[in-house]
């Protein structure tokens, strides 16, 4: 299916504007990459130190954990046919949970457990209203997204008398001796648990998606449901469990992303700061496929993790708002050169069985 | 627009009677669910939103509750079943609604009762601009950039203008030209999202959320860079002179409301009203959130469509971005509130009727101003409107569930056994009951449904 798709974009529009303005931006980026390593001492030189420096990744890294799993999350959901919009809000609760339940019990992995509880529960309540009462999907996950960004702050502020929770203990990086020296590429080998927890959750996301039954019937249930119907499987239930799995999978990015800083920030659009519609963006880029996703979140976190260095060592005299737009920006260019992403043929469509 | 693969074979008519074919495909999910949203009957919206309203504040009862329990306090505020509470929900609820209206009897222009009303004038602006777009089959959920940018646009041209003129007179072009600003700033800030979506395909989702978050970044690098009052240490613009702001009549200067603001925006729900319902614009752009294939086959050039229509929503949140420069603040400050947002579901709880964003404007003007109240006397978190927002969204794009409910009890009255229905019933509208069966009719009802497959 999806291979189809990618050779249809190939021979299909290979002169569109939006690819000559694509091949354009990298032609540039390559441009200015070469010119910093030809002449080490311009700001493009000390722009690719930062690019290949070690601390970048481990940054890229931290900062891809949320984006990931929501990812992987929203690839499910949307694949079995609910787009799950609320992806963000799946985010907010869990990092509430996690360090609410971390600070009452003392353990991470409990906050881990709650997290994900949280997430999950919210998500049971999207799939209620999406799959049971027909809701709109794009509206109840805007709802879902509007529920938690106000419940994190009001439980925090229940409970710590403020929209930012109290701090609480962090995991420490997992250190592989003798593979985290090696410069730049040394960082994969010396990251908290919840890295190696992503990249086992792409590629069991990915073995589940193309090599399981489960991952046939959740894309047929995004694609045709009527056969799946036919061929005697559940489509409500499979949609149910696609969703519920994004819950899981959120859970798991939002408690990782409060634990690893150890704290819950509520204020304003809280510290999950439209991360989970990053995530969407991600997806649609990766084609709805893990190891896609993976990528261009890694892209996205990247960039962020650029924007972080540059203004902590004031590369470029770009003002900090400006800077910190930088992601955002990069998704609507994104979304505008490869947005005609071929969404599963049912997505976003009420199923209702023919047997009633 | 209709670049996808398949021909248009919308089967819209079919959901009604509850089985769309699996097969329906082609166009985005949007504008379908929007005519759903539009097809039900007036009479049926109102039960809906009203439904949910009740259903939120009984969710919101049970949150109050609760987050008693989780809080300390040395004396229960109330007690049930014999547990103590550390928060009434009766007193929040009673401070919520009844306290944005202060105390009438000894004060009919009272301050709170203008912070009510000055809330609702900006809400009005936000909901109708939302309104604007899902009546289009967009979903603009960057009405609250579009504000800010429409707001700093605004404080900033009319106090450059403000030196030019003064007095009366000063007054009488300055407020014109401040929402003119603040309605083109918006206006072209609302037409990128719609360009990307006509021309690019870029889901408006998506880009007007980033753009939400560009606006506010952007916002603070212009005041903090260009536009800083020096002779404050908060990131504002300078504060705008008194003539060059909306006069307050009958109210009093100090409560930032004015009437004529009031006026102003009500009066723009009726053109806006009379602009879908009764030009051939209005047409174009309802038959192209209805039936976009149906609207280019009848000659609608759909991508100007667009365009236009998220310009139009544009223009009117950045007019709403003025009239809160012009009206509550006197100048430009990072932070402004979530009107964006309140509009959207100022929006949906009106039916996307701009007459109806009146009434649930007022509404939201209550919870906001409420809130206030809410925060001063009780020691309940004033992020509840956050919840009970999310909620009634949540509960409005659900009609099928209060249908289903409504069905029972209709189709139940008659034979006289009410037992079941009558309990789920109950749920929705009393909100002083049974607070645990709420929680349990939600997961009980579907299971319900699920048994009748068989």
């Known amino acids: ?76 959901a949307e694949k079995s046919g609910v787009i799950n919009i609320g992806l963000e809000g799946l985010l907010i609760v869990s990092a509430f949970g996690g360090v609410y339940m971390a600070d009452v019990t003392g353990s991470v992995w409990m906050g881990l457990a709650a997290g994900i509880v949280a ?26 997204w509007l529920i938690a960004l106000g419940l994190a702050p009001f439980a925090s502020q229940v409970v710590y008398g403020g929209p930012n929770t109290a701090s609480v203990d962090t995991v420490d990086a997992i250190v592989i001796p003798g593979l985290s020296s090696i410069p730049f590429f040394g960082a994969l080998f010396s990251a908290t648990p ?74 304003g659009s809280t510290m999950v700061n439209g991360k989970g519609f990053i995530a969407i963006v991600t997806y649609l880029f990766g084609n709805y496929n893990p190891v896609g996703a993976l990528l261009s979140t890694m892209l996205f976190a990247g960039l962020d993790a650029l924007q972080l260095t540059l203004q902590a060592r004031d590369v470029f005299a770009v003002p900090q708002p400006l800077v910190r737009t930088i992601p955002y920006v990069t998704v609507i260019i994104v979304l505008a050169l490869f947005g005609r992403t071929r969404i599963p043929k049912a997505a976003g469509e009420h199923y209702e069985s023919g047997d009633e | 627009m209709s670049s996808d693969d398949t021909p248009n074979t919308e089967t819209d008519a079919a959901d009604s009677d509850g089985r769309e074919p699996g097969t329906n495909t082609g166009q ?27 259903l939120s504040v009984a969710v919101g009862f049970v ?31 009673d401070l919520l609604f009844l306290g944005a209206f202060g105390d009438l009897s000894s004060d009919l222009i009272n301050g709170q009762l203008a912070t009510t ?53 000063g007054t ?151 009239v809160y420069v012009l009206m509550i603040i006197g100048n430009f400050q990072t932070g402004v509130p979530a009107y964006g947002f309140d509009g959207i579901t100022v929006s949906i709880l009106a039916g996307n009727n701009p007459l109806g964003v009146g009434f649930a404007a007022l509404l939201f003007g209550v919870l906001k101003s409420g809130s206030i109240v809410v925060d001063v006397g009780t020691d309940v978190p004033p992020q509840l409107v956050g919840v009970l927002r999310g909620l009634i969204i949540l509960f409005v794009a659900m009609p099928e569930f209060f249908r289903m409910i409504g069905t029972r009890v209709w189709s139940v009255r008659p034979s006289g056994s009410g037992g079941q229905p009558v309990t789920d019933g109950g749920t929705v509208a009393d909100s002083r009951g049974d607070v645990e069966d709420d929680v349990d009719a939600e997961s009980g009802v579907p299971t319900e449904g699920g048994e009748r497959d068989e």
Not at chain 1, 120 to 138: G, K, P
Not at chain 2, 242 to 249: D, G, H, L, N
């Open chain 1, 1 to 76: 299916m999806s291979s189809e798709t990618v050779r249809g974009r190939l021979t299909d529009g290979e002169l569109s504007p939006q690819r000559v303005a694509g091949l354009v931006a990298a032609v540039l980026l390559a441009g200015l990459v070469l010119w910093g390593f030809a002449f080490p001492e311009t700001q493009a030189g000390r722009f690719v130190a930062i690019l290949t420096d070690r601390s970048t990744l481990a940054a890229t890294l931290r900062l891809s954990v949320p984006i990931a799993f929501a990812a992987l999350g929203g690839i499910f």
């Open chain 1, 119 to 144: 997430s999950t529960l919210l998500a049971l309540l999207f799939a209620v209203v999406c799959i049971e009462f027909r809701a709109d999907q794009i509206i109840a996950g805007l709802a879902i």
């Open chain 2, 172 to 322: 009488l072009l300055l407020l014109p030209f401040g929402l003119a600003v603040g309605a083109f700033v918006g206006g072209v800030y609302g037409a990128i999202p719609g360009a990307l979506k006509a021309y690019a395909d870029a889901n408006e989702v998506i880009t007007t959320i980033m753009l939400n978050f560009v606006a506010t970044a952007v916002a603070l690098y212009l005041v903090q860079d260009h536009f800083q009052d020096p002779e404050s240490v908060a990131t504002q613009t300078v504060p705008l002179p008194e003539y060059a702001t909306f006069p307050s009549v009958i109210f009093r200067a100090r409560d930032d409301f004015s009437l004529v603001a009031f006026v102003v925006a009500a009066a723009l729900l009726v053109a806006v009203y009379l602009l879908i319902e009764r030009t051939s614009f209005g047409y174009d752009l309802r038959t192209s959130g209805i039936q976009p294939e149906a609207a280019e086959y009848g000659g609608v050039d759909a991508a100007r469509t667009v365009v236009a229509s998220m310009t139009l929503s544009g223009a009117l949140a950045g007019m709403g971005g003025a």
């Open chain 2, 63 to 93: 949150l109050i509750l609760a987050a008693g329990r989780m809080t300390t306090c040395s004396t229960a505020a109330t007690t049930y079943f014999g547990v103590g509470f550390c928060y009434d929900p009766v007193t929040v609820y």
């Open chain 2, 28 to 54: 985005s999910d949007a504008p379908a669910a929007i005519e759903r949203l539009v097809r039900a009957s007036a009479v049926e919206r109102a039960l809906i939103s009203v439904s949910a309203l009740l």
């Open chain 2, 117 to 169: 009303l000055s809330q609702t004038t900006v809400l009005m602006f936000t909901g109708v601009a939302v309104a604007v777009a899902f009546r289009a089959g967009i979903f603009n959920i960057g009405t609250q950039g579009q504000l800010v940018v429409g707001a700093l646009g605004s404080a900033v041209a009319t106090l450059w203008a403000s030196t030019l003129v003064s007095g009366v007179v």
């Open chain 1, 194 to 267: 919840f890295v190696y927890l992503m990249f086992g959750a792409v590629a069991a996301s990915w073995w589940t998606l193309n090599r399981t039954s489960f991952g046939r019937w959740v894309n047929a249930s995004g694609e045709n449901p009527k056969a799946l119907d036919t061929a005697g499987v559940n489509v409500t239930r499979v949609r149910y469990a696609a969703v519920l799995l994004s819950g899981v999978l959120c859970g798991f990015g939002g408690a990782a992303l409060s634990l690893s800083i150890g704290q819950f920030v509520g204020s």
